[in-house]
C-alpha cells in the first residue's frame, strides 16, 4: 500500500521518499501541477448555537510542486486572501473579516505550507503535514487528502483539516450564540486528467472452493 500511495503521489505532483514513516520535503522541486481555478473552491465552515456559517475564499492560489525525477521532494502551498471571504450575508462577511475574527485589515494573508506526508492504506487517499499561519500566527496542521476521477476525466484533490480558532487569538464569544472553537476547512482542487494515474485494478477474486 505504501508504494501505491508513493505512485500516486508522484503523479499528484508530490515526490516522496520510499519510508515506512514521514515523507518530508527536501530539495525545491521544479514541475508544478496546474490547478483548474474555475472550478476549485476554498471554504471554512463554523457553528454557533444558533447558526452554521460557511465561507468560500474568492481569491486564493495553490501549488503543487514536484522533482520529476526523483522520489525526494513534495510540497502544498496554500495563499488565501482573507478578504475575499464571502458567506453570502453583508452582515457576516463584515464580522468574519473584522477583529474579533480574520482581523483581514492588519492580516490580509492566510497561508498553508507543507513538511511531510504520510501514505495511508488507501492508495487514493493520504496525510499532509505542514504550518498553517493565520492572523500572524503559525502553528502546525495536518490535512486529510483523497482524490476522485470524474467523468469528465479530471480529478478532484479533496482536503479537509480542522483548527481551534483559540489557538489564533479569536477568543471573542458571544453570552446567548456560543461560537464553536473548531473551524473546519475544506479545499476542492480540480486537476487535469494527466495529473493522477489509473486507479489500480481490484484484486482478483478469491478462487471458490471445490464442491464437495
Do not use: Y
Amino acid at each position: 500500500m505504501i508504494r501505491q500511495a508513493a505512485a500516486l503521489l508522484v503523479s499528484l505532483g508530490f515526490v516522496v521518499t520510499p519510508s515506512p514513516g514521514l515523507f518530508t520535503t527536501s530539495a525545491a522541486p521544479d514541475r508544478v501541477i496546474v490547478i483548474v481555478k474555475d472550478h476549485s473552491k476554498i471554504e471554512f465552515h463554523a457553528s454557533s448555537t444558533f447558526a452554521k456559517v460557511v465561507g468560500e475564499f474568492k481569491d486564493w492560489n495553490a501549488d503543487f510542486k514536484l522533482n520529476s525525477d526523483t522520489l525526494e521532494n513534495a510540497s502544498l502551498l496554500l495563499d488565501i486572501q482573507a478578504g475575499s471571504v464571502h458567506t453570502g450575508s453583508g452582515f457576516k462577511d463584515k464580522e468574519v473579516k473584522g477583529k474579533n475574527f480574520f482581523n483581514v485589515t492588519q492580516f490580509p494573508d492566510i497561508k498553508f505550507v507543507s513538511d511531510g506526508v504520510l501514505p495511508d492504506p488507501d492508495p487514493q487517499k493520504f496525510t499532509m503535514t505542514g504550518k498553517l499561519t493565520l492572523r500572524g500566527i503559525t502553528r502546525p496542521v495536518t490535512i486529510a487528502i483523497a482524490t476522485a476521477t470524474q467523468p469528465s476525466g479530471t480529478h478532484i484533490v479533496n482536503g479537509t483539516f480542522t483548527f481551534n480558532r483559540r489557538d489564533f487569538g479569536m477568543t471573542h464569544n458571544m453570552p446567548f450564540n456560543k461560537i464553536a472553537d473548531i473551524i473546519r476547512v475544506d479545499f476542492d482542487l480540480e486537476v487535469p486528467p494527466d495529473a493522477l494515474p489509473a486507479a489500480p485494478p481490484a484484486a482478483p477474486a478469491p478462487a471458490a472452493a471445490p464442491a464437495r
